[in-house]
């Protein structure tokens, strides 16, 4: 049984389900910590490579944001879908529903938005098919999830790799690395001074993150934050032509080229094991020797 119990309200803002039997199994895990669970019509639907069209989906968005049994509402998957949405949804009226938002991967274009147009701080959490309803879910992605969700404060202890020694703190914010550049100069990225930036991608060559992390260097972006936090980068593969230009390889150019410190080893993104992170709340950052200490604030009522 969980500590603090929410109504917890399923939807498929973009990608389809594509394992059923997983958000059986989500539903099951989360009513028998003792939440209850709202089932958005579109986690049973299917519309070419999306849950709905488009027009369903912003629907489902409002539901979830007007359904008084929400109090939490977690994407079932990622996928492709919020760019398609962005300018049809009415963040005004979301922030002021006052429900917890949560999810990854694709769900980065809301969160950034929400942030960008309302300061609505939300969370790059586990999802509802992977996360909630594998088969053998990660208990350190459940443990930090709801502690978080929570608590008013949290503080986490996790190794990173960086430079020695680093103190500082400020707005966090981020996510998935392909959908902040390709927010960047828009009304729907936020602009920061002095945050600490989370990234994280999936099927993303080296030279590829490289080069969208160049693109927010030349947006003017990286320069005004005091620390880049890099997570999972995963599902690619290196070819001949790479000559030992490889992840590491590439994080070390980063490192040379643009001032912010940068550290490596995060535990989010597509993979088994993750941070929940408030998006738009604050991060104290300590670490040094290889070891991290974040604490999480700011998030509680907003």
């Keep these: 049984m969980a500590d603090s119990t929410y109504g917890v309200g399923l939807y498929a803002p973009a990608g389809f389900v594509i394992e059923p039997a997983a958000i059986t199994r989500a539903v099951a895990r989360i009513e028998a910590l003792g939440h ?4 958005d019509p579109t986690v049973t639907t299917r519309w070419q490579r999306f849950s709905a069209p ?4 912003l629907a489902a968005i409002l539901r979830m944001a007007d359904d008084p049994r929400v109090d939490l509402a977690i994407a079932v998957r990622g996928g492709y879908g919020w760019s398609r949405l962005l300018e049809c949804v009415d963040f005004k009226r979301i922030a002021a529903s006052g429900k917890r938002w949560m999810g990854h991967s694709d769900f980065t274009a809301f969160q950034m938005a929400a942030l960008a147009q309302t300061a609505m701080v939300s969370f790059a959490g586990p999802m509802v098919a992977y996360d909630f309803g594998a088969e053998s879910p990660s208990a350190f992605t459940l443990q930090h999830c709801w502690g978080l969700l929570g608590a008013d404060r949290y503080s986490v202890e996790c190794a990173l790799d960086g430079p020695r020694h680093v103190a500082t703190q400020g707005t966090l914010w981020g996510g998935n690395l392909a959908m902040i550049a390709h927010l960047a100069g828009t009304s729907f990225l936020p602009r920061i001074d002095g945050g600490i930036l989370f990234v994280e991608d999936v099927g993303e060559h080296p030279y590829r993150v490289e080069r969208m992390f160049y693109q927010l260097h030349f947006a003017g972006i990286l320069q005004r934050q005091r620390a880049i936090l890099i997570g999972d980068l995963s599902g690619f593969e290196l070819g001949a032509n790479d000559n030992g230009y490889d992840a590491e390889a590439m994080v070390s150019h980063l490192r040379q080229a643009f001032g912010a ?10 993979c088994r094991d993750k941070l929940t992170l408030p998006v738009g709340g604050q991060c104290a950052l300590e670490a040094g020797g290889g070891a991290a200490r974040l604490t999480f604030s700011g998030y509680a009522n907003r």
Excluded: N, Y
């Design 36 to 39: 209850r669970v709202v089932v």
């Design 54 to 57: 488009d027009h369903e989906r």
């Design 261 to 270: 410190p940068i550290f490596t080893g995060l535990p989010f993104g597509h």
